[in-house]
């Protein structure tokens, strides 16, 4: 298995645009989380879904963030309008139950 | 809400040095799991415990559950380059099996 994938890796984009983070999944896990990192609040959780059905947002900053999981294999998180203080490292994680987490290589978003 | 602190947040040691960091809570936890992060990557997961008083080894790491539930150690022991990295300790959320918090992390530097 190719492991979390996750695209883009690298977002440089300029504030009051919309920002799509992509990530897909380790087929057959049925829990996705999205984490972001920065060096102040180190690595937040934002929301995780089991069985594409959205569990916990309560790590959402604010309405500017949403994330959706059409399909077992696919998830996406939104920032519109983005803003500089959006700028981290965002991951994406997968797993077949909540501890052992397979965490994708990170979209590395910088808002200018 | 619950959280977990680790230390040291970090570490400048020499190649061949034993390592030691540990994690607390103010609250019980009922798993511990220590996972690494190298330089670029997501963490990814070292050691899972799941007793109180567990030790568990991994190669060159050790880690243990400690007795009051409350704390865990993490020991790697003569350290080479690619120990490099930031290692965190986390945790199930108490009666939320599903979702886990982490530590702020202990980077990990190794001098030539």
């Known amino acids: 298995d190719a492991g979390v994938i996750q695209s883009p890796r690298h977002e440089v984009t300029e504030m009051g645009q919309e920002v799509t983070l992509r990530c897909k999944p380790i087929s057959g896990h049925d829990y996705l989380f999205w984490y972001r990192q920065t060096m102040m609040r180190g690595l937040e959780l934002l929301i995780y879904?089991?069985?594409?059905?959205?569990?916990?947002d309560s790590g959402m900053p604010e309405d500017r963030f949403s994330a959706k999981m059409p399909n077992a294999s696919f998830s996406t998180l939104k920032i519109q309008p983005s803003e500089p203080r959006d700028s981290a490292v965002y991951f994406c994680a997968s797993s077949s139950g909540p501890e052992t987490q397979y965490f994708g290589p990170g979209t590395r978003l910088l808002v200018l | 809400g619950q959280q977990l602190n680790q230390s040291p947040q970090s570490m400048f040691i020499q190649e061949g040095e034993d390592v030691s960091m540990n994690c607390t809570s103010s609250?019980?936890?009922?798993?511990w799991l220590w996972y690494k992060q190298d330089p670029g990557e997501g963490p990814v997961l070292l050691i899972a415990?799941?007793?109180?008083?567990e030790l568990t080894s991994n190669g060159r790491l050790t880690a243990q559950f400690g007795i009051t539930r409350k704390d865990s150690f993490l020991n790697i022991s003569a350290s080479i380059p690619s120990d490099v990295g930031i290692y965190f300790c986390?945790?199930?959320?108490?009666?939320?099996?599903?979702?886990?918090?982490f530590g702020k992390g202990t980077r990990l530097h190794i001098l030539p």
């Open positions: 986390a945790g199930p959320i108490f009666n939320r099996d599903d979702k886990i918090i």
């Open positions: 609250s019980i936890f009922n798993t």
């Open positions: 879904f089991n069985n594409n059905v959205p569990i916990d």
């Open positions: 415990l799941y007793k109180a008083g």
